[in-house]
């Protein structure tokens, strides 16, 4: 069995991968192996490493976190001893290995880690750094001295069983990890006959969020303190001084490099500062420091089956936002998915999240978005569509042969947080509840299906509406509104009760569809269907339900023979969501919704889903 296995992580390390690997194989220490953990380069390290490693583990970038992606390799390592490596970290000579690995032999040992130094291109202030985290002397480390550096840094794999690198860590999971081990006994060894070159080839803004990050880390691990930022920014200009007296020694004082003092200890004392001011909700942030964080949402299985699950936090394309949902209202499809139901539903959709309507909070906005800003509530729409293809650029996105149906064919809004593309989100007004704002969907495709009919003509105000739901209900309390006559056919009592008091509300519509102008139908049933284009309305709606072909029978069919206008609305244009928002307030909706229920209850949301017209999850509601 091979007694050490060497971890190394990349990301697009085409610039320096051979070089480490070159220096690894040159180790006087022979009894290793290497395991390569790559998260999505694109520029050809897989194609230099590959063939020179024993197993190459590749992750999706957006699961990568620094202890993901180290945990990766722990689990596809056979060594008793772990030794990890960065990709842009070179051994200095062959006893860069040996030495950590002896120190691993001593029981109290829980780590032990090497001294890093710069390279030609390491600007005086970095070089400088180095120097004062990885001096020359040996150092055993107790607490509270729990510094440690996964760059280069060697663990034995039972503890590491025991207790593995904390995948939710902006940074600093090193010192985590040693600081677990550490507070139960064990001590670190600073071991500097091992050494490493370190490049780091960072602009200004990646070292503000180096440190940054690391300081918000320090904070969750309890290391630092929110009152350790006035110590940053009293260390600048000790710091400045230092550089500059060290380079009029070294005889390079000239304006690149004093430019480099005052931007690399500007940049790293301001980002630490920052860090350590920074708020607790750090869910909400993560994704700023690496590709991926913590992200919990509702997984249906297969039909019947479901559950909470964590999952990294999905990355951010430039034209994306992310959100943080704080409401869920519990749909119709919803209750397919779980149930198995077709349509919407097919079997290869499984295992995927549901939520098709929903409110959300903006807390990262791509680089190109500029409809919304962070910060804003919106509303997303259920069905996103790729708004390049030809149909899409002429407006008519239900044809679009890439459209996606969030809940259904990706996953959807049961989850903390969600990214959707930002032409597919609209503003909430101030004056709308986030329980009553879920609303929109479904008003909006009573909107949009009123506009395809040509909308209230004079002379046509009386409308039936064929179900009570919460489609029916929408659609008669907008028609009341306008003025209109409106009869409801809904058989169970409790919907009827929820009416405005201006509509008419029956029973089953059989038979008693002959003197209406407009006919909406909103059950979704064959039987409703029947009787809405069997009528003799001039004008017919059939709303939310995505008919199958066989649904009409041979009298209803026939009766489109006629002249009659039939509209089909399964998700609206986005026009109209706007505009549902802003009807929302008017209609004094709130009334509508039911119970607000915490995210982990979505079980119980479903079941009251059949008794309710609009149940809500509030997921991070506030």
Not at 77 to 100: C, K, N, Q, V
Not at 412 to 418: A, F, M, T
Not at 580 to 598: F, H, I, K, W, Y
Request: aromatic share 8%; with cysteine.
């Amino acid at each position: 069995m091979t007694e050490t296995s060497v971890v190394i992580r990349s990301f697009n390390e085409a610039d320096t991968i051979e070089r480490v690997l070159d220096a690894v194989e040159a180790q006087a220490y022979r009894d290793f192996e290497v395991v390569l953990v790559d998260s999505g380069s694109t520029d050809g390290t897989l194609d230099v490493a590959a063939p020179r490693v024993d197993t190459v583990v590749e992750i999706d970038p957006r699961d990568f976190t620094f202890g993901y992606s180290l945990n990766v390799g722990c689990d596809a390592a056979e060594g008793r001893f772990l030794a990890f490596l960065s990709a842009h970290a070179i051994p200095t000579d062959e006893h860069w290995l040996g030495p950590m690995v002896e120190n691993l032999r001593d029981d109290d040992v829980a780590m032990t880690y090497s001294r890093q130094r710069g390279v030609e291109s390491t600007k005086l202030p970095e070089e400088r750094h180095f120097k004062e985290l990885f001096p020359d002397e040996r150092k055993v480390q107790t607490p509270p001295d729990y510094f440690a550096n996964n760059a280069s840094s060697a663990i034995e794999k039972s503890l590491w069983e025991q207790h593995q690198f904390d995948e939710y860590l902006t940074g600093l999971e090193d010192i985590e990890w040693a600081k677990h081990f550490m507070d139960r006994g064990y001590v670190v060894v600073y071991e500097p006959e091992a050494c490493i070159y370190h490049i780091h080839d960072e602009s200004w803004e990646q070292v503000f969020t180096r440190f940054e990050r690391e300081a918000i880390a320090a904070r969750e691990i309890g290391v630092r303190s929110p009152g350790d930022a006035v110590h940053e920014y009293a260390r600048l200009p000790v710091d400045i001084v230092g550089d500059v007296l060290a380079a009029v020694r070294r005889g390079e004082l000239d304006g690149e490099t004093l430019r480099n003092v005052l931007g690399f200890r500007f940049h790293q004392r301001r980002g630490a500062a920052t860090g350590l001011r920074a708020e607790p909700e750090l869910q909400e942030n993560r994704y700023e420091f690496f590709y991926g964080g913590a992200n919990e949402h509702v997984v249906v299985s297969e039909p019947g089956v479901a559950s909470v699950e964590r999952e990294p936090l999905p990355a951010v394309k430039p034209n994306d936002v992310l959100l943080a949902v704080t409401h869920v209202g519990v749909s119709d499809d919803d209750l397919a998915l779980y149930h198995g139901e077709s349509p919407p539903v097919e079997t290869d959709t499984y295992p995927v999240t549901p939520g098709r309507e929903y409110v959300g909070r903006v807390v990262d906005a791509g680089a190109n978005v500029d409809r919304v800003a962070e910060g804003e509530v919106v509303v997303g729409e259920a069905t996103l569509h790729c708004e390049t293809c030809e149909h899409c650029t002429n407006g008519d996105r239900g044809r679009c042969p890439d459209r996606q149906r969030l809940g259904i064919d990706v996953d959807g809004s049961y989850s903390h947080y969600l990214v959707v593309p930002s032409d597919h989100v609209h503003a909430v007004p101030s004056s709308l509840t986030h329980p009553t704002a879920t609303l929109a969907r479904p008003l909006a495709t009573v909107l949009d299906g009123l506009e395809r009919v040509g909308g209230l003509q004079n002379g046509q105000s009386r409308v039936a509406v064929l179900g009570g739901g919460l489609l029916g209900n929408l659609s008669a309390s907008l028609l009341a509104s306008e003025g209109s006559d409106v009869t409801v056919f809904e058989d169970r009592s409790t919907f009827r009760d929820a009416l405005p008091s201006s509509v008419h509300a029956r029973g089953a519509a059989a038979g008693q569809l002959t003197a209406f102008d407009l006919v909406l139908e909103t059950g979704g049933s064959t039987a409703s269907l029947d009787a809405a284009v069997g009528s003799a309305a001039p004008r017919v709606v059939l709303l939310g339900a995505p008919y199958p072909d066989e649904s009409l029978t041979a009298d209803g069919g026939a009766a489109l023979d006629r002249d009659v206008t039939v509209a089909t609305v399964v998700d609206p244009s986005p026009s109209q969501y706007d505009a549902a928002l802003d009807r929302l307030t008017e209609l004094r909706a709130d009334g509508l919704t039911g119970q607000v229920l915490p995210f982990e209850e979505y079980e119980r949301a479903w079941a009251a889903a059949d008794r309710e017209l609009r149940t809500v999850l509030s997921v991070n509601g506030r």
